[in-house]
Every structure is written in structure tokens, then in C-alpha cells.
């Protein structure tokens, strides 16, 4: 019961997510089915561009499963005193992609991708099918951060030049500070005013110091483990990389060549490799980008149906007794026990045998069907021998049996 509760809860929420990325497209300025044109990657982009490298790649990897997302930020909700490694290692067992299970150590990450679900919806389709572009349009962001004199290393995180490209990190590995900015200051005054940048109210707990960059407020570092991110951006070829891990520890229990978290040092890894989106954690939800559909639009719907596959199905011999035992269409159930050895199709030998309380109820309908035709003919109430082959015909052929009672009399009469 549990478990049908939990997959119609998940099945609600594909529609909720559905329901609201179609709502919230239909109002954009680009079409629905089209990929996002650069005033739009500006717009969507702006909140998040200027955080930490590692911190980005991971928010672009788990917002191409937006259901999953709801589901870690309901739980996050519902455990606010964990955080950080404690709430990853909470996770650890559920079925959900491991970036997904890496934000939750940010709770106020998860809870803006919630409340902002068109936003994480729409994000998460252009990043699949945009990824060269979103991280050009990234760079360009935070080029005009830094020309307004916004960007600069502080405490909490260093930018390091890497050619013409600008990396965000965190100053001290095992400490991660989300920053929070306001985009419409952050990079001077905005170009696209038929597309104002994305914006959220701030997070509690945040606060603006002075001598830092106009804009900008800083909360608690959230503390991780050595090794805790597992993915990165890669500038210079305009994709994110994933590393590979065996013996995954801490984050997810998955196989070798699984993308996976690490949380101890000193396990084997791997060269980063280029990541690709599994279409089998997006639950269902549709992509509305029609490349996308084309692409992964058959992989959603097994997903979809491995998820809401609620009871395995009954062998045929007991879905419909009356129906599917081969006595009733006029078929021995042994004519056809003997095939070729490579032969593919199911014998009927090798058929279960329906259950005994089947077969009662079969009986019980004969003996009803019969007793209103002529009640005469029948002794009440009606026993039944086992089905024997007809003399005549060669058929298995349900016979009527008076009771012990009656039978006893008619022995002791002849006797």
C-alpha cells in the first residue's frame, strides 16, 4: 500500500511539473518548442553565473531532472537541521541522480530551484541542448561582472583568470559559500530591456558586507568532505565534465562507471569525461524543446513506465479463469505439448495450472447455469468429480457427482 501511494505521488508530481513548465512557456517570449535565443539565455542565466564553478556544473546536471529536484527539495524541507555532508549521506539510499543528491547539502539551493520550477524546467532543456551556448553565455556574464568591477575574489571564493575565460572556487575546498547577488547590479546596467534578468528575493540569514562587491550578500559556509564535488566546467571545450568512480561511498550507491559523489579521499577516479543526461531519472516529464523530443522522447516513456509500473502483472491462467484455460475455447491442454526444441512460442504443457479455488468457482457457475435450465436433473446440493476426457469427443469434460450422502443411500438400497 505504501508503495502505490508513493508511485501516485510521484505520478502527481509529473503532472504539477508538466502543468506549470507549460503554463510558464506559454508565456515566454520565445516559442515553446524553440531553443532559447541569447536574450533568453542572459535572462535565465543572471542569477546563477557567478557561482562557484563546481557549485554551477552541478546545478546545470540536476535541472535537467526537475521532478527529482522537487522530491529532494520537499525533503529538505521536511529535515531542516541537515545539511552540508549529513544531508547528503540522509540521501544516500534514495533512487535519485547524483547531482540531485549533492544540492541537498545546499538547502537553499534546492528550495530556489522549487519555488523557480518553470525556471529549473526550462533551464535544464537548454542546457541539454544548448550546452556550447550556455557556457559561452556564462563567460559572457561574468566578463560584464567583472568589467563593472563586481567580480572579484573575496574571502568566501577566488576568481582565477584561465586565459579569456574567468573560474569561480572556493577559497577553502572544504568550505562552499553560495553567494547571493541581485543581477539587475551586479552586471551594470542591463542590456535587454525587453528581458529583464531572473531575480529572487534573498535567502535568510544573508547579509551584505561592507567592502564587498555592490550586490552582493553572503551567508554560512556549508561544510563538505575532500573530494565532494564530482564535476566541473570546462571552458576552454564548452561542456561539463564528470568523473567516473569506483567503490562510491557517502553520496550513492551505484556501480562502477557510475557518475557518483566522493566524500573520502583516496578513492580510484578516473579521467573527466564529458557528461551526458540520463533520460531514465527525468520521471516522465517531457522536454519541450522539440530536438529533445525527437531525442529522448522514447527513453522518457520507458522511465516513465518503470516508475509507475505499480504491480507486476498476473500469469494469464488466473487473470480470467473462465476465459484463458484452453478447456473452455474447445483446446486440449496438452494438444500442443510437444514442440520443436528451438521453438519460441510458450507450450501449453508448461502452463501453471489454474488454482484449485478457480476451478471451484467454474463449477459453482455450471452447477447454477445448469440447475436453472432443468433443476430436476440436479440432486442439491451439487458436487463435482475432477474433469475426465469424453469418451466421444476426446474433451476434458466436467461431470455431475450426487453427494456422499445420497451416494451412501443408493449403495445401501442395492445392497
Same mark, same amino acid.
Request: proline fraction near 9%; include cysteine; charged fraction near 20%.
Given at each position: 500500500?505504501?508503495?502505490? &501511494?508513493?508511485?501516485?505521488?510521484?505520478?502527481?508530481?509529473?503532472?504539477?511539473?508538466?502543468?506549470?513548465?507549460? &503554463?510558464?512557456?506559454?508565456?515566454?517570449?520565445?516559442?515553446?518548442?524553440?531553443?532559447?535565443?541569447?536574450?533568453?539565455?542572459?535572462?535565465?542565466?543572471?542569477?546563477?553565473?557567478?557561482?562557484?564553478?563546481?557549485?554551477?556544473?552541478?546545478?546545470?546536471?540536476a535541472?535537467?531532472?526537475?521532478?527529482?529536484?522537487?522530491?529532494?527539495?520537499?525533503?529538505?524541507r521536511?529535515?531542516?537541521?541537515?545539511?552540508?555532508?549529513?544531508?547528503?549521506?540522509?540521501?544516500?539510499?534514495?533512487?535519485?541522480?547524483?547531482?540531485?543528491?549533492?544540492?541537498?547539502?545546499?538547502?537553499?539551493?534546492?528550495?530556489?530551484?522549487?519555488?523557480?520550477?518553470?525556471?529549473?524546467?526550462?533551464?535544464?532543456?537548454?542546457?541539454?541542448?544548448?550546452?556550447?551556448?550556455?557556457?559561452?553565455?556564462?563567460?559572457?556574464?561574468?566578463?560584464?561582472?567583472y568589467?563593472?568591477?563586481?567580480l572579484?575574489?573575496?574571502?568566501?571564493?577566488?576568481?582565477?583568470?584561465?586565459?579569456?575565460?574567468?573560474?569561480?572556487? $572556493?577559497?577553502?575546498?572544504?568550505?562552499?559559500?553560495?553567494?547571493?547577488?541581485?543581477?539587475?547590479?551586479?552586471?551594470?546596467?542591463?542590456?535587454?530591456?525587453?528581458?529583464?534578468?531572473?531575480?529572487?528575493?534573498?535567502?535568510?540569514?544573508?547579509?551584505?558586507?561592507?567592502?564587498?562587491p555592490?550586490? &552582493?550578500?553572503?551567508?554560512?559556509?556549508?561544510? @563538505?568532505?575532500?573530494? &565532494?564535488?564530482?564535476?566541473?566546467?570546462?571552458?576552454?571545450?564548452?561542456?561539463?565534465? @564528470?568523473?567516473?568512480?569506483?567503490?562510491?561511498?557517502?553520496?550513492?550507491?551505484?556501480?562502477?562507471?557510475?557518475?557518483?559523489?566522493?566524500?573520502?579521499?583516496?578513492?580510484?577516479?578516473?579521467?573527466p569525461?564529458?557528461?551526458?543526461?540520463?533520460?531514465?531519472?527525468?520521471?516522465? @516529464?517531457?522536454?519541450?524543446?522539440?530536438s529533445?523530443?525527437?531525442?529522448?522522447?522514447?527513453?522518457?516513456?520507458a522511465g516513465?513506465?518503470?516508475d509507475?509500473?505499480w504491480?507486476?502483472?498476473?500469469?494469464?491462467a488466473?487473470?480470467?479463469?473462465?476465459?484463458?484455460? $484452453?478447456?473452455?475455447?474447445?483446446?486440449?491442454?496438452?494438444?500442443?505439448?510437444?514442440?520443436?526444441?528451438?521453438?519460441?512460442? $510458450?507450450s501449453a504443457?508448461?502452463?501453471?495450472?489454474p488454482?484449485?479455488?478457480?476451478?471451484?468457482?467454474?463449477?459453482t457457475?455450471?452447477?447454477?447455469?445448469?440447475?436453472?435450465?432443468?433443476?430436476?436433473?440436479?440432486?442439491? $446440493?451439487?458436487?463435482?468429480?475432477?474433469?475426465?476426457?469424453?469418451?466421444?469427443?476426446?474433451?476434458?469434460?466436467?461431470?455431475?457427482?450426487?453427494?456422499?450422502?445420497?451416494?451412501?443411500?443408493?449403495?445401501?438400497?442395492?445392497?
Open positions: 500500500m505504501k508503495t502505490f &501511494f508513493e508511485h501516485a505521488f510521484r505520478q502527481l508530481l509529473v503532472l504539477l511539473v508538466s502543468v506549470s513548465v507549460a &503554463f510558464a512557456q506559454t508565456q515566454a517570449p520565445a516559442p515553446r518548442h524553440a531553443a532559447a535565443t541569447q536574450q533568453e539565455l542572459d535572462q535565465m542565466l543572471a542569477p546563477i553565473a557567478l557561482y562557484p564553478d563546481s557549485l554551477l556544473s552541478q546545478i546545470f546536471m535541472s535537467t531532472y526537475p521532478l527529482e529536484v522537487v522530491e529532494a527539495a520537499r525533503w529538505s521536511a529535515n531542516p537541521g541537515l545539511k552540508g555532508e549529513e544531508a547528503v549521506n540522509a540521501v544516500e539510499q534514495r533512487d535519485w541522480d547524483a547531482s540531485v543528491k549533492s544540492l541537498t547539502a545546499f538547502p537553499q539551493v534546492l528550495a530556489m530551484m522549487d519555488q523557480q520550477l518553470e525556471w529549473t524546467a526550462r533551464l535544464g532543456d537548454v542546457f541539454i541542448a544548448q550546452e556550447p551556448q550556455v557556457m559561452e553565455t556564462v563567460q559572457s556574464l561574468r566578463q560584464k561582472a568589467a563593472a568591477g563586481n572579484r575574489s573575496t574571502e568566501q571564493a577566488y576568481v582565477v583568470q584561465q586565459g579569456e575565460t574567468l573560474a569561480i572556487e $572556493p577559497a577553502t575546498p572544504q568550505v562552499v559559500y553560495v553567494p547571493y547577488y541581485d543581477p539587475r547590479v551586479a552586471y551594470g546596467s542591463w542590456w535587454w530591456p525587453a528581458y529583464p534578468p531572473v531575480y529572487w528575493a534573498p535567502w535568510p540569514g544573508y547579509y551584505a558586507y561592507p567592502g564587498y555592490v550586490g &552582493f550578500a553572503w551567508g554560512v559556509g556549508i561544510t @563538505v568532505g575532500a573530494g &565532494f564535488f564530482f564535476s566541473s566546467c570546462d571552458w576552454r571545450a564548452r561542456h561539463v565534465t @564528470v568523473v567516473n568512480v569506483t567503490n562510491v561511498t557517502n553520496i550513492t550507491n551505484v556501480t562502477v562507471n557510475r557518475q557518483g559523489v566522493v566524500n573520502r579521499p583516496g578513492l580510484a577516479r578516473t579521467a569525461a564529458v557528461w551526458q543526461h540520463d533520460p531514465v531519472h527525468r520521471r516522465g @516529464v517531457p522536454y519541450h524543446i522539440a529533445l523530443q525527437q531525442r529522448f522522447g522514447p527513453a522518457t516513456q516513465q513506465r518503470r509507475f509500473r504491480q507486476s502483472p498476473l500469469p494469464p488466473t487473470r480470467n479463469s473462465s476465459l484463458n484455460r $484452453p478447456e473452455v475455447h474447445g483446446a486440449h491442454p496438452r494438444a500442443n505439448a510437444k514442440r520443436a526444441p528451438n521453438s519460441t512460442a $510458450p504443457a508448461r502452463l501453471s495450472p488454482p484449485r479455488r478457480c476451478v471451484r468457482a467454474r463449477a457457475f455450471l452447477a447454477c447455469k445448469a440447475r436453472r435450465r432443468s433443476p430436476s436433473r440436479l440432486p442439491s $446440493p451439487v458436487a463435482f468429480r475432477r474433469r475426465r476426457a469424453s469418451p466421444v469427443t476426446g474433451r476434458r469434460e466436467t461431470t455431475l457427482r450426487p453427494p456422499r450422502r445420497e451416494r451412501t443411500a443408493k449403495c445401501a438400497a442395492r445392497s
